[in-house]
């Protein structure tokens, strides 16, 4: 850093120098000022807090910094912008995320007054709660969630977003290291083995042909036959299935909401969730009963939900309501939902259907998912293969 020093008129003398502070992050042109100071030092010192301060303020002199009350007013201005970058259903986490853990927290903390040691300290109470949270019907304790990890993550978007508006100058929360979370008991894929699937199927035929039942069939026969999640199926219309070319069109899901004209989302789970599945010429019969079913008690010239009562788009607890009721009825395990999701993908793997095959029917975005979650299905493949092994040794 060069200083000059610099006579004044009444004869006294002055430190001055150039400082280059960087390029406006907002216009992209370069700023310099000048520091002037009645010694070197104090020269040197107000250079290096024009830096300073030009970093903080977000790398701009276009703007004035901006200041907050405390971090909840950080935080809900963070969120105004936050969701309209992603999916409702990825909103409506983060909120919830937001006023059951992070606000309630941290909401009346000054942000310079948020540490890394105060942020390690309330993650690590977190881990606590989750590692010693009692579990039932595989769910923990309300507020004791396992997703401190993401939570943590969600805290650093927030301060990451301070720091863009120059309201601090560093991000605490990056140096925090979420605890690991204790393993438990191995959470157990539930699905019909081939025994408990053919008394199920029995269980339908033998319903007697109300409109309720024969809706509830189809649906049970539909999971079942294409392996699509609850939310996927309700999501569609007929014009997503294609009856000519045997396929359906999985674009959309349902998400929690309040409102019946938010509750479709108009994108699949994920990118890897867009995709066709192919029918079976049976299923394609069940939808096609089930369709006369529902034009015969509404007529409509819009593109009706296919699995809706009366129009109505029906709600996922509803559903599962009945489906418990049928499972009793039925005198099989309670597998839920996602059980038949777990049953198409068993089947597919014990008859020899290739595994990426597989992982693109089922929509996962990763093949390893795929081979996780549901290659130990496979127990009947184990059994030929420890015989086929055995054969090998036989024909030495």
Known sequence: MKINKIEKKDGTFVYRTNVYLGVDSLTGKQVRTTATGKTRKMCEMKAKQAINSFIKNGSTIAREKIE???????????????????????????????????????????????????????????????????????????????DYKLILNIIKRILDYA??????????????????????????????????????????????????????RTLYHFLLATGLRIGEALALSWSDIDFASQIVFV??????????????????????????????????NILKNWKKTQDSNLISITDKLVFSNNGKLKTYRSCVMNLKKHFKAAGVTDIGFHGFRHTHASLLMNNDVNPKEIQVRLGHSDYSITMNLYSHLAKEKKKETATKFENILKAL
């Open 163 to 216: 720091i863009q508006l120059g309201a601090i100058m560093y991000n605490p929360a990056s140096q925090v290291l979420p605890p690991r979370l204790k393993d438990r008991t191995p959470t157990k894929i539930k699905y019909f083995d081939k025994l408990e699937l053919k008394k199920f199927l029995t269980y339908l035929d033998t319903l007697e042909c109300t409109d309720k039942n024969i809706f509830h």
């Open 251 to 284: 674009n959309k899901t349902t998400i929690q909401s309040s409102s019946f004209q938010t509750r479709i989302q108009n994108s699949a789970k994920t990118k890897g969730s867009n995709r066709t599945v192919s029918l079976d010429q049976s299923t394609l």
């Open 68 to 146: 907050f009350e405390d971090f909840k007013a950080l935080a809900l201005n963070w969120f105004d912008s936050y969701k309209l970058t992603v999916k409702l259903n990825t909103a409506r986490v983060a909120k919830n995320f937001l006023q059951v853990y992070i606000l309630p927290t941290l909401g009346s903390y000054k942000i310079n007054k948020i540490t890394t040691i105060l942020l390690q300290s309330i993650v690590n109470q977190w881990a606590k709660n989750a590692n010693t949270a009692e579990i039932k019907n595989g769910k923990r304790e309300k507020g004791k969630c396992k």
